[in-house]
């Protein structure tokens, strides 16, 4: 028995056995996640990061590929997202090997005293590669004006 494609369990048979390896048989699907991020605004002209950490149960045996999107809330698309420069629609790749990602969302500072905002990080996978175990995220916008 050997690992198959997807890193689960694949048979083989024929030839002559030299070397033995053990493998688990456990599925290879992983669990995805996405968890909230919070920043403090800022004012002038500096922009902010967001950062979504995007987590796998386990390590992941190839890249594994989580599309993404920002959903406005409060938080609006050329008002708090800087025009241009703002990535709201993407692609995160979690390394072979590794058990986590990062999603940067581009925060536009401004001199406005205001409420807090919020929007929304939606992440998306290949329900074959992982199991989507949360799937939106809170991003929260503090107000320092």
Do not use: W
């Amino acid at each position: 028995m050997g690992v198959g494609p997807d890193g689960g369990c694949g048979g083989s048979s024929g030839g002559h056995l030299h070397e033995v390896n053990v493998f688990s048989c456990t599925p290879s699907v992983r669990d995805v996640s996405i968890a909230g991020a919070t920043v403090v605004e800022g004012s002038g002209r500096d922009v902010t990061n967001a950062l979504f950490r995007v987590t796998l149960s386990r390590p992941a045996i190839r890249p594994i590929a989580v599309g993404y999107e920002v959903i406005d809330g409060t938080a609006q698309h050329g008002n708090d997202f800087p025009p241009g420069l703002a990535e709201l629609a993407g692609t995160l790749v979690i390394p072979a090997g590794a058990t986590s990602g990062t999603i940067p969302v581009l925060i536009k500072s401004d001199p406005d005293p205001e409420p807090d905002e919020t929007f929304t990080v939606r992440i998306a996978v290949d329900p074959a590669v992982a199991t989507l175990v949360q799937g939106t995220a809170t991003g929260t916008i503090l107000n320092d004006d």
